[in-house]
């Protein structure tokens, strides 16, 4: 992965590739990720892919793994773009 991924890689990720792009979620704290399949850019989602508004996604992407379910993300991943 590239160095601008490595907040990411403190999650344990699942991943699913779909047409276009990779579909992460974590097993530990169950935040959604996709990336292009180039894997250049990465951003953050719902579980059903809908990139989150740009605070989370911000949040999401430069945070490392919480280490368990938050509270808060259950808010955060409603703020659809
Ligand atoms: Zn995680």
């Known amino acids: 992965m590239a160095s601008?991924?490595?907040p990411l890689a403190?999650?344990?990720?699942?991943r699913?590739?779909?047409?276009?792009?990779?579909h992460y979620t974590?097993?530990?704290?169950?935040r959604d990720f996709r990336a292009s399949r180039s894997g250049v850019a990465a951003w953050s989602v719902d579980p059903a892919?809908?990139?989150l508004e740009d605070r989370v996604?911000?949040?999401w992407l430069n945070e490392p793994c919480p280490g368990s379910p938050q509270r808060r993300d259950e808010y955060?991943?409603?703020r659809i773009k």
């Open 49 to 51: 892919g809908s990139p």
């Open 57 to 59: 996604n911000q949040r």
């Open 10 to 14: 403190s999650h344990d990720l699942e």
């Open 76 to 78: 955060d991943r409603t």
């Open 26 to 30: 974590c097993r530990i704290c169950q």
């Open 4 to 6: 601008a991924w490595n």
């Open 16 to 22: 699913r590739d779909l047409d276009h792009v990779t």
